[in-house]
């Protein structure tokens, strides 16, 4: 039996360290359409947080919670992590996400400016884009994985 020293004094073996390539960033999803509307959708978030913080903090929340959501699916698709997790439906679930970030997007961008502050008015004009942005992406998603999925389960 092998004692915790004797194991950490080990070299490396290579099963060990391929399970550590398992969090490598997929540079040319980074570069396909779905990296870049990602990526997109991150930024705009990021910024339409900066600015609810300067204007209406009540609102920030909301940004904030898209952008982390937005960052966990851009690095469970950029790291090809999601496909451990085979029992989970991911473009109904990417889809879901966009929805909803339209749904809260709308709202909140609507609501904000009726403040007439400066930052305000900027996070309605970047929530309006990025409502766009997130209304395009689940459209792609629905054109590309939910359909064919549909018409597949008809056919059997």
Known sequence: MLSALDRRD?????????GLQGFAVDKTFLSSLKGILLETELA?????FICFTASISAYMAAALLEFFITLAFLFLYATQYY??????????????????AIIIFLVVSFAAVTSRDGAA?????????????????????????IVPRATQGDQQ
Do not use: H
């Open 10 to 18: 080990r070299p490396l073996e290579e099963g060990s360290a391929a």
């Open 44 to 48: 705009l978030t990021f910024i339409i």
């Open 83 to 100: 496909q451990r997790f085979d029992r989970l439906n991911w473009p109904c679930l990417d889809f879901l996400r966009c929805v909803s």
């Open 121 to 145: 008015i900027a996070a309605f004009v970047f929530g309006i884009i990025l409502v766009s942005v997130f209304a395009y992406d689940a459209f792609k998603i629905y054109r590309t994985d």
